[in-house]
């Protein structure tokens, strides 16, 4: 099992920048994509933004420019710096990880850590 670790989250306010850190732990094979989604009240699960071991990334529009994706292979961590931070930005933000195993890819994911923006 790979457990995965968040932290970061806190209250800010609009056009402020939080940084969010996820790290992976446990009987890690091969951790391939790490990412971040997030999840609003009512809302459902989105992606955020991901990042494979080789470094592309792929971020959705909505945070293109404002939210960059990082990670350190060695630590199996990932970042989330996000700046320009907006209300509807507001969510729990979910890590994600894939761990490859002879050829089995087992999605594990963190439990969250809360952001909220106020206005």
């Known amino acids: 099992q790979v457990q995965l670790a968040e932290s970061g989250g806190g209250l800010v306010q609009a056009g402020g920048s939080l940084r969010l850190s996820c790290a992976a732990s446990g009987r890690i094979f091969s951790i391939n994509g790490m990412g971040w989604y997030r999840q609003a009240p009512g809302k459902q699960r989105e992606l955020v933004a991901t990042?494979?071991?080789?470094?592309?990334?792929n971020y959705a529009d909505f945070v293109k420019g404002r939210f960059t994706i990082s990670r350190e292979n060695g630590l199996n961590t990932v970042y989330l710096q996000m700046s320009s931070l907006n209300p509807e930005d507001t969510a729990v933000y979910l890590c994600?990880?894939?761990?490859?195993?002879?050829?089995?890819?087992?999605?594990?994911w963190g439990q969250g850590t809360q952001v909220t923006v106020s206005t």
């Open positions: 994600n990880a894939v761990d490859s195993r002879f050829g089995v890819n087992n999605v594990y």
């Open positions: 990042i494979t071991s080789s470094g592309r990334t």
